[in-house]
């Protein structure tokens, strides 16, 4: 079995929606608890801002509410449904979502390659079993990176909330970046990171539809 058949069994152990089928789904990749344990440890999660778990496009939740809690106990972050860590839910919790997008399934920028070769990477730079650093590290490190440097960008300011768009190109196919500050006068954090088609599209809607994106709270 492929890894990426493991993780869709994983994904399909948490939809009974109970607190025992989300610790099998975490469980049984052992690369994951192991990954969520050592991001907790190292303090990586406070790179990362807060997110819903609700889809702004589907308006359904990305995972069961009983994965999102373990995820979150896991990674010892309080959090209160729907709103939780954008680094739990945009990286692992991503992971084992079968919630259909009009963009496909969500853990498809970190397992097909496409984000990573926006990113000028190897095609499995963001695989989540992959040895080395974790996913969470090698997300972080990247998004901050386009964050700090971008090809294109803009800022807004949302309720006082500093936010911050960054493209890794000025058009064409790239890599997306968000962060927003958790309150007036705070440093953006990171919220999410996702390939798109072409860039002047998100960037011309951020600067013209100013309010959060991508499922941040």
Known sequence: MSELEQLTQA???????????ARAAIDTLSWLASAIHDDRTAGRFIAWGQS????????AGII??????????????????PIGNAGVLHCYGYLLSLE????????????????????H????????WREGPTLL???????????????????QVIDARETRLALGAVRGS?????????????TPLLVTMFPVADAI???TEFRTDPRLRWNAA
């Open 11 to 21: 994904a399909h152990l948490a939809t009974d929606g109970t607190a025992a089928g």
């Open 201 to 203: 599209v998100p960037l």
């Open 64 to 81: 069961p509410r009983a994965l999102f809690e373990e995820l979150h106990v896991q990674a010892d972050i309080a959090a209160d449904w």
């Open 137 to 155: 590290a090698r997300a972080t490190a990247v998004a901050s990176a386009l964050l700090s440097s971008p090809a294109a960008g803009a800022t």
């Open 121 to 128: 990477l190897p095609p499995d730079a963001f695989h989540p």
């Open 174 to 186: 790239t890599a997306l970046a968000y962060a927003v500050a958790p309150s007036a006068g705070a």
């Open 52 to 59: 819903s778990v609700i889809d702004e496009n589907t308006g």
């Open 100 to 119: 259909p997008t009009p963009y496909g399934l969500k853990r498809e920028r970190w397992t097909e390659g496409v984000l990573a070769h926006a990113c």
